[in-house]
């Protein structure tokens, strides 16, 4: 009977560590979404989203798109993805795209979108705010080259292109907006909340350890320590978004030196919800080549190259125009700077 009685407090007292946790964990991101998710919708409001668009027109005749899905790219580069494929999915049908086209912009978009979000999480882990904003909307076009380039040459997917999802409705009002926020951040803190569990679950169970050594190899192929495995899991699965508040928290523990955090970071950026994502950009009619293999190849290659140019680098170089020095590392580093 007492021991029934210590196992059932153990487990309480468990809990309400684990609640407090994701309490904090989702304050620190929401501290970071909640502005930026403001400014955006202002932006939105006053149309700097539609002369972005305009000024992406030739980017997107560049890797063989209408000029048109430049809206497409730029609604979701300052909002979300589901923000561009709801304008994607109210072009496409008037431009005639083929399935090679609409995977070149699906793909796109899934490398480079909720930049104010996403990069804003990613600086408050370590890394400057502009490397990261060049890193994925550079790789977004070169990706998206290299695939218009393979598609046109090889004669692939140049079917037309059906779309199986039709786009929601948008929110017309400030209270309807707001309301739907509420309800993101809500499911985000739940999310958080499930995600501490399974890994604390995990790391009692040692299948966390497990998983580590398997990724291990691949990181180190990288050039990344093996301790970067469990926030690169997260940020690849869930995005940064959603897994966001854990990475800032993973990042800022001292376990991680500033080259890990970056690299993990970058190539979560360039690869993130890989399941998710895929699956939604199929039903617009975005191939799985580009949407998912040629993504993951080509984040894998760039992180990569990534790591051995960045050796290369001076430290004070790095430190000003990479990563802040995480708190276990010798060097200083700014926390103001972008």
């Known amino acids: 009977m007492a021991g029934n009685q210590t196992f059932k407090a153990r487990a309480a007292a468990a809990g309400r560590k684990l609640f407090i946790d994701a309490v904090k964990t989702a304050w620190e991101l929401f501290k970071v979404m909640v502005p930026i998710l403001i400014a955006t919708k202002i932006l939105q409001e006053i149309g700097v989203v539609r002369y972005l668009g305009i000024a992406l027109s030739p980017l997107m ?6 000029g048109s899905m430049g809206l497409a790219w730029a609604t979701a580069i300052v909002t979300n993805i589901y923000g561009g494929l709801a304008v994607f999915a109210a072009l496409a049908p008037g431009e005639s795209l083929t399935v090679a086209q ?11 979108h909720a930049l104010p979000v996403e990069l804003r999480i990613a600086q408050k882990a370590g890394p400057r705010l502009r490397a990261m904003a060049l890193l994925r909307i550079i790789s977004a076009v070169v990706l998206a080259f290299i695939l218009h380039q393979v598609y046109t040459r090889g004669g692939y997917l140049q079917t037309p292109n059906k779309m199986l999802w039709a786009a929601p409705p948008a929110d017309p009002t400030w209270l309807e907006w707001a309301a739907g926020q509420a309800r ?6 739940l999310i958080i909340l499930t995600l501490l569990f399974v890994l604390r679950t ?17 990181l180190e192929f990288l050039g990344m320590s093996k301790d970067a495995a469990p926030i690169t899991i997260i940020g690849m699965t869930l995005g940064l978004s959603f897994g966001g508040g854990l990475i800032i928290q993973e990042a800022r523990s001292g376990k991680l030196s500033g080259r890990d955090v970056f ?9 993130h919800s ?8 199929s039903a617009l009619g975005a191939h799985p080549s580009g949407t998912l293999l040629a993504r993951v190849v ?8 990534l790591v051995r140019l960045i050796a290369l680098v001076p430290g004070e170089m790095l430190r000003r125009h990479f990563f802040r020095p995480a708190p276990g590392d010798p060097a200083g580093g700014s926390e103001s700077e972008a």
Do not use: H
Not at 263 to 271: I, K, N, P, T, V
């Open 61 to 66: 005749r560049l890797v063989g798109l209408p």
């Open 102 to 112: 609409a995977t070149i912009v699906c793909t796109m978009i899934l490398v480079a």
């Open 184 to 189: 993101s951040l809500g499911m985000i803190f």
């Open 202 to 218: 995990l790391e009692w169970l040692g299948i966390m350890s497990v998983v580590t050594r398997v990724l291990e190899p691949a």
């Open 263 to 271: 690299f993990s970071l970058a190539l979560m950026g360039l690869c």
């Open 274 to 281: 890989l399941i998710e994502d895929t699956v939604v950009m």
């Open 298 to 305: 080509f984040s894998v290659a760039v992180v990569y190259l």
